[in-house]
Nanobody, 123 residues
Framework: QVQLVESGGGLVQAGGSLRLSCAAS????????MGWFRQAPGKEREYVAR????????YYADSVKGRVTISRDNAQNTVYLQMNSLKPEDTAVYYC????????????????WGQGTQVTVSS
């Protein structure tokens, strides 16, 4: 069992930056692939980024590539999402999730989810 708690969301102007954190409790954080998703009102939950168990391999959605960096600190049981050059279309609730799969490609492959943190980007 893994419990995930996101933090770091808020209101920011377009062009600004935010750093989201996701603190995990429970066993064997380092044995999970970690991902970030987001969901805007009226839209489906979107896969944003993924980081491998070791932190050496990452994946980014095209919509955020070049503006977002995912990282993890296994000693601190925390995964981060650094977001730069934010746009109004980045406004959404951001969720972190943990997967026991090696390379999860869909949200269904994630086993544990946080409660989400709101990110609002004003124009």
């Amino acid at each position: 069992q893994v419990q995930l708690v996101e933090s770091g969301g808020g209101l920011v102007q377009a062009g600004g930056s935010l750093r989201l954190s996701c603190a995990a409790s429970g066993r064997s954080f380092g044995s999970y692939t970690m991902g970030w998703f987001r969901q805007a009102p009226g839209k489906e939950r979107e896969y944003v980024a993924r980081v491998s168990r070791s932190g050496r391999s990452t994946y980014y959605a095209d919509s955020v590539k070049g503006r977002v960096t995912i990282s993890r600190d296994n000693a601190q049981n925390t995964v981060y999402l650094q977001m730069n050059s934010l746009k109004p279309e980045d406004t959404a609730v951001y969720y972190c999730a943990a997967s026991s799969a090696l390379v999860p490609s869909t949200r269904k492959e994630y086993d544990y989810w946080g409660q989400g943190t709101q990110v609002t980007v004003s124009s």
